[in-house]
């Protein structure tokens, strides 16, 4: 079982940076496959970016490459996204994800464990 939090989230005007932080419960953090996704008002849930447990490779949404980064540091059982250069567009509860599955998911269904999630909100 694994237990997630979310931290980090806020308002910040467009062009800002934010951080959000994912600290997970667990002696097996590192062995989970962990992720972002996030979901606005009226709309699906969809993926942000996603990070496998052994050697740390990353897949990011288009809508996002180059602007969020996603990390880990299995040392502190915690996940991050760093996000820059954020758009009104990006305004949503942001949920963090963990699965059992060595595959970097991008789909709801491939994630065993959520966050309760984080508000960002970005003013333009």
């Known amino acids: 079982q694994v237990q997630l939090v979310e931290s980090g989230g806020g308002l910040v005007q467009a062009g800002g940076s934010l951080r959000l932080s994912c600290a997970a419960s667990?002696?097996?953090?590192?062995?989970?496959?962990m992720a972002w996704f996030r979901q606005a008002p009226g709309e699906e849930r969809e993926f942000v970016a996603a990070?496998?447990?052994?050697?740390?490779?990353?897949d990011h949404a288009d809508s996002v490459k180059g602007r969020f980064t996603i990390s880990r540091d299995n040392a502190k059982n915690t996940v991050y996204l760093q996000m820059n250069s954020l758009k009104p567009e990006d305004t949503a509860v942001y949920y963090c994800?963990?699965?059992?599955?060595?595959?970097?998911?991008?789909?709801?269904?491939?994630?065993?464990?959520w966050g309760q999630g984080t508000q960002v909100t970005v003013s333009s």
């Open positions: 994800a963990a699965s059992t599955g060595w595959r970097i998911g991008s789909t709801t269904n491939e994630y065993n464990y």
């Open positions: 667990g002696r097996t953090f590192s062995r989970y496959t």
């Open positions: 990070i496998s447990w052994s050697r740390g490779t990353t």
